[in-house]
């Protein structure tokens, strides 16, 4: 108890505390040095702070051994933590309190998980968070990076409030060593191009890198923009001469094929920690279990975060919960050692550093590690002892051995195993487990076993709805993120929805249309417009799709915005297989103006699949109202979920509004599937969004209108657009190579249009004004029209539209100089009278 208050009242007063040297003044990289010519140069306290030992690892044949880390080194918790505290405050120091209040720390997994933390506890405002390398059912990762150097080396990042990582305050980042600085730029990297932030923050116990590699930090801050500063315990670097890794394999290999170390025995791994948790006092008689009576929906570490609410808890729990270890130990105990279990460091060391403090014993703490570390009992070498034993918690990357080193031979009177309950499985009590491995050793051993935070599981959401029991196509062409509304009565009278819409009463999406029933001359119409556009359809088809594949993904998901865009993502799945025998995935969802894309859908493709690789996929842009609210959207999704890497970039069959990067043509024809509704879409309505009827859990809605099957032609559609593909498809993949080479940002002049018309024709509302071919047929079918206006000279491209509008008794009136081929506008003061009512027209 002394020595930790000593320990601490050197931390507490800023003073840089001298490790305990247990191999009799013998620097603990000796052997390594002898033997490979590998040497430390810098700070005069690098040789107390770093042993050398060498490693099983194809990447480094070296391994920098931290004696104040607490993972293969025991040492005292004052220590361990104490140096977490100074690096923390020093950051404290640096930001300034506004600016501490504001970060977020994240540390390492594995080594660094204890030592961020502690971090985080030093500067005393932050949340934290760690990397993590088991993941976790339901839960989406916020990010990942991976770690060049590492044996393992894919991190995932899973708050479990994806806010975390949204903010634009300090990012802390912790690792134990900086060497060549690549993990914390894979790291800043992926996260700044998802949150963005002006600081960020390296901390680690040492800085190893290179002139060449210190240099590389600051470019990368300047290239996007941050500020990058570093805090460290020392620095220096490691002298490597040539040949040092095959020489270092050479010397792993001959050591272990001479002689195993002391206390390591090697064992094959179990096929997976399955079935009931045996009795530990009948397998192990000198193992305890310890209930620490941890605090309920107390998280176990920073896997998911830990907030400063959190740490308080947890200050005011270690008393208690160190008294129930203390009472467990064997009378007489002297030396006792806390174990912690790979990730799992922070708690096992605040256990640790609680027992130092309150008892009166030597307490030392270190945990497991899944890194294989070449062990020789010599004085002059880091890791002298290893156990060796089977993984215990069912990683995700199948069964392996794990280690525990310098434990075995070290005279401790009990050893304090902590895990987490997912570590908590048969493989941890098997004749060849841990604690049988650590029982050979230690007269006792205590198992105190604490509960692996279960983050709030989202809602499951359902699978997509496919055909035939959900639209008129084959369920591999598409499936849709929506619900069943089929048997809900939500139509309405064409009147009686445009008056409510307007007047403020209710929003389009709440209520649907009566289906138009095509007249006889229309479905002619509809079939001659077919027959002469396929093939131009087919060639926009292609052109659209090899632009995505080769700008956006080689597998690329493709989401339709339902209705619209369902019939040409199908299309474009269609010509992946034809032209390049791709399967893509094809979903469809749901976006309405002024309320967004469905989030539940995102969320569910954001489980299923990268959202890096979604592709969204419309008909045509009209004015570009939901390419903005696209992007609006997914904006506020990122923010409020921390689920990113979905683009609002659209790819649509026609662009004539000029609103988007990706597309087929910028010609303002007619795409006959325009001229239907349902039945050249599958059968499905228009999507639904209504309180009452979608849960905050729930998909939106749309209907199946299976009555209609005698007059669809959703199929037949399809089938004659993909009949030409074979004749256009060199001119469509020469288009498509040719625009690749373009400059095709958007000029938005669709929406200039559109304003310039709404106000000469005192309408006011842009939302009025429906430009192009399709948007002025959806207004003749679903809407209540006051007037089209044609460009002057348009031909058969707008035969159906004439029709419609002589059933309807709505003018078309010829514009010159008009950028689309026609614009069709609602009635701007609509009342049960005006046009469409009787099928006269009003003037206002």
């Not at 799709?545 to 865009?565: I, Y």
């Not at 499905?684 to 209504?690: A, G, K, N, W, Y």
Request: glycine share 10%.
């Amino acid at each position: 108890m002394e020595k930790a208050e000593k320990a601490e009242k050197a931390v507490n007063e800023g003073e840089h505390h001298e490790v305990g040297d247990a191999s009799g003044g013998v620097w603990s990289g000796t052997w390594v040095a002898e033997r490979l010519g590998v040497g430390l140069a810098g700070d005069d306290r690098l040789t107390g702070l770093l042993g050398l030992a060498l490693r099983r690892n194809p990447k480094r044949a070296h391994l920098l051994v931290s004696n104040v880390l607490g993972k293969h080194v025991p040492q005292s918790p004052s220590v361990v933590y104490g140096y977490g505290i100074e690096l923390g405050r020093r950051v404290r120091g640096l930001l300034g309190d506004d600016e501490a209040g504001r970060a977020v720390v994240l540390g390492y997994a594995e080594t660094a998980t204890g030592l961020g933390h502690s971090v985080a506890d030093g500067l005393g405002l932050a949340p934290y968070l760690h990397s993590t390398r088991r993941p976790v059912t339901g839960i989406a990762p916020s990010g990942g990076f991976e770690e060049s150097h590492s044996h393992a080396t894919s991190h995932l990042l899973l708050p479990e409030d994806p806010a975390l990582l949204t903010g634009d305050g300090p990012l802390v980042l912790v690792d134990d060593e900086f060497s060549t600085g690549n993990t914390v730029l894979n790291t800043v990297r992926d996260l700044h191009e998802r949150y963005p932030r002006r600081r960020y923050v390296v901390v680690a116990l040492v800085d190893m890198r290179s002139p060449a590699d210190a240099g590389r930090l600051a470019e990368f801050a300047s290239e996007i923009g941050a500020r990058v500063d570093l805090v460290a315990a020392a620095s220096g670097t490691v002298r490597l001469p040539e040949g040092v890794l095959e020489k270092g394999r050479e010397l792993v290999a001959r050591y272990e094929a001479e002689s195993a170390a002391p206390g390591d025995r090697p064992s094959a791994a179990p096929s997976g920690p399955t079935g009931p948790r045996p009795d530990d006092s009948r397998i192990h008689p000198r193992v305890t279990r310890v209930d620490l009576h941890w605090p309920a929906g107390l998280p176990d570490g920073g896997r998911h975060g830990f907030t400063p609410e959190h740490r308080a808890r947890l200050e005011a729990a270690l008393p208690g919960m160190t008294a129930r270890i203390a009472d467990a130990l064997p009378e007489g105990a002297r030396r006792v050692h806390v174990l912690g279990f790979e990730e799992l460091m922070y708690a096992p060391l605040r256990l640790a550093h609680e027992l130092e403090r309150a008892a009166d014993i030597e307490v030392r703490y270190s945990t497991t590690t899944r890194s294989p570390v070449l062990a020789v009992d010599d004085p002059g070498y880091a890791i002298r002892t290893r156990l060796a034993f089977p993984a215990h918690d069912d990683p995700a990357d199948g069964p392996g051995e794990r280690y525990a080193y310098n434990v075995a031979g070290a005279g401790f009177d009990a050893v304090v195993a902590v895990v987490d309950s997912a570590g908590d499985t048969p493989a941890l009590h098997a004749p060849d487990g841990l604690l049988a491995r650590l029982a050979a050793h230690t007269p006792r051993v205590l198992l105190a076993v604490i509960p692996s935070h279960a983050p709030e599981r989202p809602s499951m959401l359902p699978e997509p709805l496919r055909g035939p029991a959900f639209s008129s196509y084959a369920p591999e062409e598409v499936g849709w993120l929506l619900q069943d509304f089929s048997d809900v009565t939500l139509e309405a009278p064409t009147e009686e929805r445009e008056e409510a819409i307007q007047s403020g009463g209710a929003h389009y999406a709440e209520s649907l249309p009566v289906e138009y029933q095509p007249s006889e001359q229309y479905q002619e119409l509809f079939h001659a417009a077919l027959e002469d556009s396929a093939a131009r359809i087919a060639q926009a088809v292609g052109v659209v799709t090899e632009t995505v594949l080769a700008e956006r993904s080689p597998r690329p998901v493709l989401v339709s915005l339902a209705r619209a865009g369902t019939p040409v993502g199908i299309l474009m799945r269609r010509w992946a297989q034809h032209r390049h025998g791709l399967d893509l995935p094809h979903y469809a969802v749901s976006i309405v103006r002024g309320r967004g894309i469905d989030a539940n859908a995102l969320r569910w493709l954001a489980r299923h699949h990268d959202p890096r690789d979604v592709v969204f996929v419309d008909g045509w842009t009209g004015k570009g109202a939901i390419t903005r609210e696209l992007a609006q959207a997914l904006e506020e999704f990122g923010k409020s979920d921390g689920i990113t890497g979905f683009s609002p970039e659209i790819a649509v069959l026609a662009d004539p509004g000029s609103c988007v990067r990706t597309y087929g043509t910028r010609e303002d024809f007619l795409i006959p599937s325009a001229c239907l509704n349902s039945t050249v879409s599958g059968l499905i309505s228009r999507t639904v969004l209504r309180a009452d009827l979608v849960g905050p859990d729930d998909f939106h809605g749309a209907k199946f209108y299976r009555e209609l099957s005698g007059t669809d032609v959703s199929v037949t559609f399809l089938d004659a657009v993909s009949a030409r593909f074979p004749e256009v498809a060199d001119a469509a993949c020469a288009q498509a190579k040719e625009l690749l080479a373009t400059d095709r940002s958007p000029t938005w002049e669709g929406w200039a249009a559109v304003e310039r018309i709404s106000e000469e024709y005192a309408i006011h509302d842009v939302n009025l004004v429906k430009p192009g071919v399709g948007e002025t047929t959806r207004v003749m079918l679903r809407r209540v029209p006051w007037k089209v206006l044609a460009r002057a000279g348009a031909g058969s491209d707008l035969d159906h539209v004439r029709l419609l509008a002589g059933q309807r008794g709505v003018p078309v009136e010829e514009v010159d100089a008009l950028p689309y081929t026609c614009v069709g506008l609602i009635h701007p003061k609509y009342t049960r009278g005006a046009t469409g009512a009787d099928g006269k027209a009003v003037t206002i």
